[in-house]
């Protein structure tokens, strides 16, 4: 039987009634197979199309943290042949957003209401975008500031970001 993307996506849209949190259920089931990041990453693309855009791998997720990793490819750059600050916001919002799912309450859910950048240097190769964000413990409606930066191979930070991002009850 062929896997159809399109079930397992409408499926998954209707398991998240509530009582599940399904970015974590699937990253702690998939993340441990081979190629199980790469294929976790790829439904999170198709769950939220523009995200999956830049084709980030995440590689690290747990309760408030994640660690996500995009390659540098023509198709990301700008003029100045760099990542362009879009595909870096990009990255940051994925990196804030997994993380926060990944820890937060089944019954809750979020939105990014708001979003700082502050480009530091010019980004090309790989980066990789870490988080280390609060852990909210219900779903109380309440706004989260969750911290991101994006750091090139040397480990020099090339963006910060804060995403505020409003928590509540799932409908």
């Given at each position: 039987m062929?896997l ?5 996506m ?47 791998v995440?590689?690290e ?7 996500v ?14 990542i ?31 979003m ?16 280390d ?14 911290p991101v ?6 480990g ?16």
């Open positions: 062929a159809n993307i399109q079930d397992l409408k499926q998954l849209r209707n398991w998240n009634n509530g009582s599940r949190n399904i970015a974590k259920e699937g990253w702690d089931t998939l993340s441990r197979l081979p190629r199980g990041k790469y294929i976790y990453s790829y439904l999170i693309g198709r769950y939220a199309p523009y995200t999956g855009s830049i084709k980030a995440i590689e997720l747990s309760t408030g943290h994640s660690e990793v995009l390659k540098d490819t023509p198709n990301l750059r700008n003029h100045l042949q760099s362009h600050a879009v595909a870096l916001a990009n990255l940051a919002e994925l990196t804030g957003n997994i993380a926060l799912s990944y820890s937060m309450p089944a019954d809750a859910r979020f939105i990014v209401s708001k700082e950048l502050e480009y530091v240097k010019k980004a090309r190769g790989t980066v990789t975008g870490v988080c964000c609060p852990v909210p413990t219900s779903n109380a409606k309440k706004t989260y500031l969750v930066r994006i750091v090139n191979d040397a020099e930070v090339v963006c910060k970001a804060t995403l505020h991002s409003l928590v509540g009850p799932k409908k």
